[in-house]
């Protein structure tokens, strides 16, 4: 059996908290999550999503600082565990965890970017899949990555798992939000995170609810703090980030209603009536057909005239926007445009 491409996949996520029992409450209110004792290890609770293990809950280890607070820990597959941890090294990053074996797991380490987010690589012993198209219900559907360096840490994870930066959107005063992927699928984005902002550079995952909104409605009675209220983002989904009754970071995504978006089939018309036949015309006098073709010809150039006179507006508007770059392209074709007219002119 051919096994499963896992590389550049976020196949795990985990959260480490104080409070295991007040996080399996508020994740199974939140997401709908069935939290369960693992088999191999009953100290370890597995979250599943329609019988589907997604996410795993356990205690902060006694051996860490007491100051290291709750926080969610993303997995990122790779089949090479230790060339990876190695590769990562050698690109500025660091290892928090040596690469170790995981009965029932598979084999993982913890590691450190080079502007100091965590996170970790595996290789799952279980991988499934990726589904395609709109990830379901109480998956994750998005991996933000705020950092000091976006384009550095960009770089670090592309050398390592082979993604690509899909587009960079100018955010305006927050600058750039760059979005990467994996043959041609968006995993996540990358931005710097704000000066004032004490936390240092960390991964957010998001999970997919069937409504931003109403989760946001509940989120006080559930004992969590909204940090971004619901907001439209690019491509008609709804986001809200938030922190978990322990402090976690966390963000929910809710896409829009296929079958709002979907076009609805047309109803088929009744067959018409076959026609009578009609009697053979009478040829018009060329004097009236001369003077239709005139006004058609007319009426043909005006709707040509408005049809150019929009490109041209539009096509102002790119060019404000465009870049240098775009605005040279546009200029030669343009040049080249009116040299060609001017040949066909002189023949």
């Known amino acids: 059996m051919e096994a499963v491409d896992v590389r550049g996949r976020f196949v795990w996520h985990e959260l480490m908290t104080r409070d295991v029992p007040g996080a399996k409450k508020f994740y199974s209110g939140l997401m709908g999550w069935k939290a369960q004792p693992w088999p191999l290890d009953p100290t370890y609770t597995v979250c599943h999503a329609a019988d589907v293990p997604v996410a795993g809950i356990m205690e902060i280890p006694a051996d860490l600082p007491a100051e290291v607070p709750a926080h969610w820990l993303q997995y990122i597959g790779t089949r090479d565990v230790d060339g990876i941890a190695d590769a990562a ?62 384009e550095a840490a960009f770089a670090f994870y592309s050398g390592l798992f082979g993604w690509d930066a899909i587009t960079r959107m100018d955010m305006g005063p927050t600058g750039i939000y760059l979005v990467f992927g994996q043959n041609g699928v968006q995993r996540g984005g990358m931005y710097i995170k704000p000066p004032d902002w004490p936390a240092p550079p960390n991964w957010m ?128 074709r343009v040049s080249k445009a009116k040299k060609a007219k001017v040949a066909r002119r002189k023949k």
């Open 89 to 150: 090294v050698r690109a500025g990053g660091s290892v928090v965890k040596a690469p170790a074996d995981m009965a029932g797991a598979g084999r993982y380490a913890v590691l450190k970017d080079p502007q100091g987010a965590l996170f970790a690589i595996i290789d799952p012993e279980n991988a499934r899949a990726e589904s395609t198209g709109i990830p379901p219900l109480g998956t994750f559907s998005w991996h933000e990555l705020a950092t000091s360096d976006n």
């Open 205 to 332: 995952p998001y999970a997919h609810v069937p409504s931003v909104d109403a989760s946001a409605a509940n989120l006080e009675s559930l004992g969590a703090t909204c940090l971004v209220e619901p907001m439209d983002v690019p491509g008609g989904s709804r986001i809200s980030s938030l922190t978990d009754p322990a402090g976690a970071p966390f963000a929910i995504h809710s896409f829009p209603d296929a079958s709002m978006a979907a076009p609805k089939p047309k109803a088929k018309s009744a067959p018409k009536p076959k026609a009578k036949a009609k009697a053979k015309a009478v040829p018009k006098p060329k004097a009236k057909l001369a003077v239709r073709a005139k006004k058609k010809a007319k009426a043909a150039r005006k709707t040509i005239t408005k049809l150019v006179r929009k490109v041209a507006r539009k096509g102002a508007k790119v060019l404000k926007k465009a870049t240098a770059k775009s605005k040279a392209r546009v200029k030669a």
